[in-house]
């Protein structure tokens, strides 16, 4: 009978590189994130001494009540009609958030068009820029009357609004990649896609997110312009409403939830961009920094 031998399978382990570059991952979130939340009293302090001053003013009477009202009557206006502020809201950030994530999508690919097509970016961005200078509370009123008076117009002209920086933005970013990255890539064989999935694109993010946090902001206004110009809901409603009837807390209380809005939107852009870019020399903790 053959003597049998068996020979031992050596144990495959990861790559220590590999392991210790995933480990690192969650660790450079997590650290942006911490710097993030370490970042935020000074806005928080700022906020907290302009409500220290409203309240001031108004309990001086410097102020009459109907001209601004004080922070405790704002705030029993919102508690008085839960309801009826929810609802509005809701109907305000679907719109923004409507409007804000076509404009990414259409102004993203309007990027790489006129990035990859110089005929395109030389016949199409002076008309961007035309169409960016027009006041959008003036062209409103003919979204009203082509396409009424339900979710479109207010949508289309979220767009609008947010549609120019994030464009600006992509082209931009997609630009700023060195020449002599692109030649290597192509010295080694890869196409265009490729070039613009692995080069072009991660190169751009830090741009794209610039160009999305002002994107965000203006969608908001964008959807209350919408709504000022014609509908029966949302915070552009609200604030129409109250100011007809002369009922300036919940004016102020529309105004408020208006740019809380804008703001908790802006965070979220900033929160992804803090995730999805712990590479960037921005957001490294180690960078050298100039504190005040």
Do not use: C
């Not at 993203?108 to 509370?137: D, G, H, N, R």
């Not at 020449?179 to 080069?199: V, W």
């Not at 004016?251 to 939830?257: C, D, K, N």
């Amino acid at each position: 009978m053959a003597a049998q031998s068996t020979i031992e399978q050596p144990e495959r382990t990861a790559p220590a590189g590999a392991t210790a570059s995933a480990a690192r991952r969650p660790a450079a979130a997590g650290a942006g994130l911490l710097r993030f939340a370490r970042n935020t009293w000074r806005p928080a302090a700022v906020l907290a001494a302009i409500l220290v001053v409203w309240w001031l003013v108004t309990a001086a009477d410097l102020v009459k009540p109907y001209l601004v009202p004080s922070p405790g009557t704002t705030l029993d206006v919102v508690l008085a009609q839960p309801g009826y502020f929810a609802h509005h809201t809701w109907i305000t950030t679907y719109e923004t958030v409507l409007g804000f994530v076509i404009a990414i999508v259409v102004g993203v690919l309007s990027a790489v068009v006129m990035v990859y097509s110089p005929t395109v970016e030389k016949s199409l961005y002076p008309l961007l820029l035309f169409a960016q200078v027009i006041p959008k509370i003036a062209i409103a009123p003919l979204f009203i009357v082509w396409l009424g008076f339900g979710l479109s117009p207010k949508v289309v002209v979220a767009v609008l609004m947010a549609f120019f920086p994030i464009v600006i933005s992509t082209v931009t970013g997609m630009k700023s990649i060195d020449p002599e990255m692109l030649q290597l890539s192509a010295t080694m064989g890869a196409g265009p896609a490729q070039t613009f999935r692995k080069i072009r694109f991660p190169a751009a993010l830090p741009h794209l997110f610039a160009g999305l946090k002002v994107a965000a902001t203006m969608a908001v206004t964008g959807a209350v312009v919408g709504e000022f110009v014609g509908a029966n809901e949302g915070l552009g409603y609200v604030i129409l409403q109250a100011n007809g009837n002369l009922d300036t807390p919940t004016l102020f209380a529309g105004l408020i939830i208006m740019s809380l809005l804008g703001v908790l939107l802006f965070v979220v852009v900033e929160l992804l961009e803090y995730l999805v870019l712990p590479w960037h020399a921005s957001r490294r903790t180690d960078a050298a920094t100039t504190t005040l």
